[in-house]
């Protein structure tokens, strides 16, 4: 690891951290504080994706979507009128809603090659991004001078990587970097975080082996065509599995790192108290 003592992370005059995950147990919230602090840099995966490498796709689907209505279209063509997204920390929206869901078209449902297609885009994204993250501590440092730095993953890292594998080139590219932390939840944030999906279900980006086997268990079940299914309820349908997928990934992944749980997380309240919780995973881990 990139720190192999609580003392030897306490004393470095960087300290580097990637938080990994379930959405929803702390990860954002925990890099803003310490971005706050003055200290830190937040990089955050999703934002990278959103504007570097996905922008064109958010900005070209909105432009498509004018494009179908007359008044709009005569501006998109005199170039009277500019579309873009307004992505920001605290607002990833545009790049869920290109994601979208897939199913029946009267419902804002996508066809399931095009949702496939999409999801592909993702993919490669979201591997750019992260392989970006030293790239990013440089620039940090470099241009802006920020002694630390946190990576803030999106839930679906675990989908591109291969934890049991010591020579996966993503992990061993952000552990030579970064001391990898997973927030772990319990039975109980995970069913809070079902609960909360349920009432405001969102997009998600899936393993593709993943997709096609709950797509086709839903259609069997159901009796129905692609072009039946509703998106809303597809994709509450296949949160619970896809959450119970990716948690022995995750468990994998804290191999090449330290864990701490979703409820320490949600107790720290000042960089001081981020230190003290990573230096005591690293002793855990050394126990």
Not at 81 to 88: A, F, K, Q
Not at 133 to 154: N, S, V
Not at 212 to 240: G, H, K, M
Not at 251 to 275: H, K, S
Request: proline share 5%; hydrophobic share 40%.
């Amino acid at each position: 690891m990139l720190y192999e003592t609580a003392q030897e992370w306490r004393d470095a005059a960087h300290k580097r951290v990637l938080f990994f995950g379930m959405s929803g147990l702390g990860k954002t919230h925990v890099s803003q504080m310490l971005r706050e602090s003055g200290d830190w840099f937040h990089y955050s995966i999703d934002y990278r994706i959103g504007t570097r490498y996905m922008g064109e796709y958010i900005a070209d689907n909105a432009k498509a979507e004018a494009m179908k209505v007359p008044f709009l279209r005569d501006l998109l063509l005199t170039d009277s009128i500019y579309i873009g997204s307004n992505l920001s920390f605290h607002n990833l929206t545009p790049v869920a809603a290109y994601l979208g869901k897939p199913g029946d078209p009267d419902k804002g449902g996508l066809p399931i090659a095009e949702y496939r297609r999409r999801q592909d885009q993702f993919r490669t994204a979201e591997i750019h991004a992260l392989l970006d993250t030293e790239y990013f501590i440089d620039r940090a440092q470099r241009l802006y001078e920020y002694p630390h730095f946190i990576c803030d993953t999106g839930g679906s890292i675990c989908e591109w990587v291969d934890p049991e594998n010591p020579d996966d080139a993503i992990l061993r590219e952000l552990s030579r970097h970064t001391l990898p932390v997973w927030i772990k939840g319990d039975a109980a944030h995970t069913q809070n975080l079902i609960q909360r999906f349920d009432k405001a279900p969102k997009p998600m980006s899936y393993q593709p082996a993943f997709l096609s086997r709950v797509w086709d268990e839903y259609l069997a079940q159901n009796q129905c065509r692609e072009d039946e299914v509703d998106p809303d309820t597809f994709i509450r349908w296949t949160y619970a599995q896809a959450l119970a997928h990716r948690q022995p990934r995750y468990r994998a992944m804290a191999n090449w790192g330290v864990t701490v749980t979703a409820d320490a997380v949600a107790e720290v309240r000042d960089t001081a108290g981020f230190e003290t919780l990573i230096a005591d995973a690293i002793a855990a881990r050394a126990a």
